[in-house]
């Protein structure tokens, strides 16, 4: 079983566009959608979620109105602005809150704790195209990078249990914590990038983690067309690096469309040249998939 996943240096670069086309070609295959912060994989896929689990770690921080006196010191040491007082009720903004405790050690009421939440949930479920394993985090959840671990963990069980050939993970962009659970133990890098400064900053980024962890990497230009120059450059940089430079997709709006209608590209517009490109990546994963097996 090979592990596939479509990373980006940012957010918006047609990530999940990209993993759902290549979820409809993909066979026996497990999906992962491991960008639970902005996860929208399920608008494509529209899985049919089959079993519910609550995904607890995380605390939340609550005032105790009983025993709160209304004193304000706990909103005045608050370094977050996540204590807002109404009406002399004072209570947390729970999507501001970074858990750091000051508020309940300074308190001299003892009014506040920090309680377990399960408020995040991760599901398993069925899709057209086949399985898939994802998540929804909890507002103002801090647990990104535990809760990939946690996807993926399920998705190997899963393509075990299912004797899958590939798991093909949607990852979460830039290069932190989330990132790093999403390729660990990979065995290949899909990088989507933009032809922009930032896209090939980013790209540079992405390189640099992927090394740490022996991650080969293969680059996706999209919208290659609308600045040629950048494309090149990232052309360069990426033979300078011996980084594969898969495809080069062009802008089209099909993409929107199609997302429009809850669809992958190869079902809204089969007949689209943009499937030439995506049959080139997905016999590319296979290809690296078999020699990685010899
Ligand atoms: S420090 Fe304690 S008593 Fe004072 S407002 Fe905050 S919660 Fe209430
Ligand atoms: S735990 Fe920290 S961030 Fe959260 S409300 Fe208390 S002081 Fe503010």
């Not at 990209?18 to 979820?23: E, F, I, K, S, V």
């Not at 049919?48 to 010191?73: A, D, L, M, Y």
């Not at 858990?99 to 399960?118: R, W």
Request: glycine share 6%.
């Amino acid at each position: 079983m090979k592990q596939i996943t479509i990373i980006s240096g940012k957010g918006g670069t047609g990530k999940t566009s990209l993993t759902a086309a290549l979820a409809s070609k993909m066979q026996n295959t497990i999906f992962t959608d491991c960008d639970v912060d902005a996860a929208d994989l399920y608008l494509l896929l529209t899985p049919e979620v089959k079993q519910r689990h609550t995904f607890p770690g995380g605390q939340t921080v609550q005032i105790n109105q009983q025993k709160c006196t209304s004193c304000g010191i706990c909103q005045s040491l608050c370094r977050f602005d996540a204590i807002q007082k109404k009406d002399d009720v004072y209570s947390i903004i729970d999507h501001h809150c970074e858990g750091c405790k000051l508020c309940m050690h300074a308190c001299p009421e003892s009014a506040i704790d920090m309680l377990k939440s399960e408020s995040s949930e991760w599901y398993e479920s069925d899709t057209r195209f086949g399985p898939m394993i994802h998540a929804r985090l909890g507002i103002g959840e801090d647990l990104s990078g535990k809760l990939v671990s946690k996807l993926r963990e399920q998705a190997r069980e899963k393509a075990k249990e299912l004797k899958a050939d590939y798991i093909l993970t949607d990852g979460p962009p830039g290069v932190g914590c989330p990132v790093i659970a999403s390729i660990t133990g990979t065995d290949l890098g899909l990088v989507i990038t933009e032809p922009t400064m930032s896209g090939l900053s980013d790209l540079k980024r992405v390189r640099e983690l992927a090394m740490q962890f022996n991650l080969p990497l293969k680059v996706i230009i999209n919208k290659s067309d609308i600045n040629p120059e950048m494309a090149k450059k990232i052309e360069e940089y990426c033979s300078e690096h011996q980084v594969e430079v898969l495809a080069h997709i062009p802008y089209d709006k099909v993409f929107l469309d199609a997302m429009i209608q809850q669809k992958t590209l190869p079902e809204f517009a089969p007949e689209h040249d943009l499937n030439k490109i995506l049959e080139t990546i997905h016999q590319s994963i296979i290809t690296h998939a078999t020699e990685k097996q010899v």
